[in-house]
């Protein structure tokens, strides 16, 4: 179970206030349930309401306590595969439909905040990918490639021309994807949440789903102060996923990202660093992300070892790290330090899974959720109100549990070693 809040989080300090959401207390009924409050619950939560179901909403802890609020901001598009690779998993026709899901998500968080309104410091600079050898970038030029076939804005960057947006000069080359945007994730999915309300959502923080049991007219979920007998249930639990559907926790890897946040640059400092004020990750597997936000603090992100607190090592690598692309920021005072939990698949690709009759799971963000786990709340809301909208399917898969996951850590740590070796060899992530 997860704490109510995320110590330490840049967010948690400039957010906007959550709106109130009680504890459940007493008995319900619903059309769904959804257990957990990030941007998958949240806009599932938003899109059922919209279509005139009845929901309620439970969260362990307060909405965005997950990976939701305490993530990098980076809203990418995207489902974090080629087509070549979906059609090799789902074939052609499934690939093609995917690829378009994926291209429009980032759109759909932009969109989404300006209709409901939600003041989340959203910046639609687009997002840059950092080649960080010879071997990945060939990898971003055949991506580029695919996006432009299908019509994207997305221009790809000589060496010169990644050091001019990015200010630092280690990159061999990269690519700009101009959809992309940086937000203030906790205000986001605060924001989402308080427009499912607005629709009539009913959402309750601080509620933790103790128990699932299937009843003779469907589901109840029992919390510690009441309990919601509802028609269908969706696990939106994600990296935060504990032991209430057995098994769910068990089918991705749970691994650490952490970030720091510096106090807002200088104006000559903000010239200098990432100069377009695009978002930028790395194609690297174990890769570094950051950004400058609207108030000017660089935020610097990447991989910890387990667990939700940050270790000196991680903090101390991620100083390095943005020191090693920006040596100017070696004095600046870094005020913020963070960390959460990611939801690692072995196939990196999200899995929608119906493990019982009316339950419906969906896992799989692999630190790509913004953008895409809003985008599948939509799917799994269309899922739920009949597939009125066929441009929202998406495939689902059997929930099963990922080979040898009790061995989790020891596995972790090789395929960290691993993965630092593909990195220096040049691979991309
Ligand atoms: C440090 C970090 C940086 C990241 N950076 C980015 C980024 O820049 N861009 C990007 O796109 N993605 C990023 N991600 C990934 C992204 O944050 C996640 O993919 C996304 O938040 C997943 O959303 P979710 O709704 O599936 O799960 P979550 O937001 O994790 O929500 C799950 C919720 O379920 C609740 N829960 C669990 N069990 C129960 C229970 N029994 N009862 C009730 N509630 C329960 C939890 O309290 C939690 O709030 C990052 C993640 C981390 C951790």
Redesign the pocket.
Known sequence: ??AASHPGSLWSRTAPPSPSCPPLAGDARADVAI????????SAALHLAQSGATVVL???????????????????PGIKKTRAVLATKFGGEWADRLAALGDGTAARVCRLIETHDIACDLDRRGWIRAAHAAPAMRDVEALAEELRGRGQDVELLSRDEIAARSGTPVYVGGMHDKRAAGIN?LAY?RGLAAAAQRFGAHVHAN????RLSRTATGWRVE?DQGAVQADQVVL???????G?WPGLARSFIGV????IASRPLSENLRAAVMPSRA?L?DTRKLAN?YRVDLAGRFII?GRGPLGDAPEPATLVALQRAACERFPMLADVEWEHA??????MTLDELPHLCVPAPGVTS??G?????????TTLGAVIANRLSGGRDPSLDFPETTLSTVPFHALRAPALRAAVAWYRLRDALGFSG
């Open positions: 179970m997860v257990v957990g409050g990030g941007f998958l619950g949240v439970l969260d362990a802890g307060d909405i965005g306590a997950g990976g939701s609020g305490r993530n990098g901001g980076q809203v990418i994730p999915v509620s933790p789903a103790r919390s939106a639990t994600g990296a935060y996923s504990d209430l650490q990202s952490a970030q978002v990750s992300y992100g963070w960390a959460g939990r990611i939801d969906l896992v963000f692999n630190g790509r959720g913004i953008a895409l786990a």
